[in-house]
Nanobody, 123 residues
């Protein structure tokens, strides 16, 4: 399994970005795909997740209503649209994948990780 994250950058507060996670190496129909983020000195935290087969979505309270996770079957890609960005959203964002086990918001339950993409929101 390979995950390639992209789409990060520098944006002003209130702006938007779209992250992409291109997945390859196997069929992902039974997988959950997640986005996590990690700020300097902080623990990696859950942002959002989507069940590939059902498109059921899950969000951290801190991003609910601002971020939208989606997936494209044809492109084998998961997206995360981020609107109304705040300085506290600044972090390295990672995509992750695994067959669902335990809490999908727990990063320990994911075996496959992309390389991370930096998102910086200026005030």
């Amino acid at each position: 399994v390979q995950l390639q994250a992209s789409g990060g950058g520098l944006v002003q507060a209130g702006g938007s970005l779209r992250l992409s996670c291109a997945a390859s190496g196997r069929a992902f129909s039974e997988y959950v795909m997640g986005w996590f983020r990690q700020a300097p000195g902080e623990e990696r935290e859950f942002v959002a997740a989507i069940m590939w087969s059902t498109s059921s979505t899950y969000y951290a309270d801190s991003v609910k209503g601002r971020f939208t996770i989606s997936r494209d079957n044809a492109e084998n890609t998961v997206y995360q649209r981020m609107n109304s960005l705040k300085p506290e959203d600044t972090a390295v964002y990672y995509c992750a994948a695994n067959r669902p086990r335990g809490y999908i918001s727990n990063y320990h339950n994911y075996d496959y990780w992309g390389q991370g993409t930096q998102v910086t929101v200026s005030s």
